[in-house]
């Protein structure tokens, strides 16, 4: 049987990379995306070929239809036909309230967030609506339901559109054999935390988890690792929350 071919968006750290990782072990070939941390990308690239996996990197900013389109193209022309689509890429800006916002900061967290996973599952379902088959996995946040007030309203809005994406882009493309599901992680310890300036951020909210510590990011790659599987063959619509009951 082929290997199952699979892009992930944000594949050079955190969350991105320990999925590229995870599949690779899982028998995934990987089209892995990154936007400016070449760097990351290659050192990430080199485990995914050290567990036996294809492995082709690609510059992309996701908020641009043609380098989304590239990304595809080059995924399907290296690795061949693409079975499966993590987007994971996004960015919170820094944290605050958004009457202190900045109009440019909104628009980049829409822009990633938003209309980055809509290319990609635009360019996803168009590929495997032709198949016949794939899996779509959209990493989405607790944010989305708890809201994030204080610290990046607009970034949980973004993902709370995620999460009515996923819902209702399952039942448009449930007929064409293609399951569309989402992760909502809670909080886990990625660079994340020290691009919106509180590095601090998932020790001190250790407190509000029940769980009492944040997450990791091999914790969320193996709810993503499930959801792309044969073993969630009937699973499709879902919102997984992976959080530590937060
Ligand atoms: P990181 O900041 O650690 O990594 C972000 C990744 O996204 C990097 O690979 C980066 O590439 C890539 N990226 C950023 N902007 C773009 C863009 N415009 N186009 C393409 N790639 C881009 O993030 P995390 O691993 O923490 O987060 C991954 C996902 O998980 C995000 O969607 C985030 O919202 C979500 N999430 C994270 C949580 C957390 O606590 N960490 C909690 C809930 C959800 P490069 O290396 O080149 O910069």
């Not at 992680?185 to 590095?199: F, K, L, S, V």
Request: proline share 4%.
């Amino acid at each position: 049987m082929a290997r199952p071919v699979t892009i992930v968006t944000g594949g050079s750290r955190g969350i991105g990379a320990a999925t590229c990782v995870r599949l690779a072990a899982d028998g995934h070939d990987l089209a892995l995306g990154y936007v400016s941390n070449g760097a990351a990308a290659e050192e990430t690239a080199a485990a995914v070929r050290a567990a036996g996996a294809r492995c082709v990197t690609v510059r992309v900013d996701t908020a641009e239809e043609a380098d989304v389109e590239r990304l595809f193209d080059t995924a399907a022309a290296e690795l061949g036909p693409v079975t499966g689509l993590v987007n994971n890429a996004g960015v919170t800006g820094p944290l605050g309230r958004l009457a202190d916002a900045r109009t440019a900061d909104l628009r980049r967290v829409i822009e990633v967030n938003l209309l980055g996973y809509l290319l990609c599952c635009r360019r996803a379902a168009r590929d495997m609506a032709a198949r016949g088959s794939g899996a779509i996995v959209n990493i989405s946040s607790t944010a989305a339901t708890l809201g994030a007030p204080g610290e990046y309203v607009h970034y949980a809005a973004a993902k709370a559109a995620t999460d009515a994406l996923t819902v209702g882009l399952s039942k448009e493309l449930g007929p064409d054999g293609i399951r569309v599901n989402a992760v909502a992680p809670g909080i886990i310890n990625t660079e994340m935390h020290a691009a919106m300036g509180d590095p601090d951020r998932p020790a001190r909210a250790a407190a509000g988890i029940p769980l009492g510590r944040p997450g990791e990011p091999t914790e969320i790659a193996a709810a993503v690792a499930w959801l792309l599987s044969d073993d969630a063959s009937y699973t499709t619509g879902t919102v997984l929350r992976v959080s530590g009951g937060r």
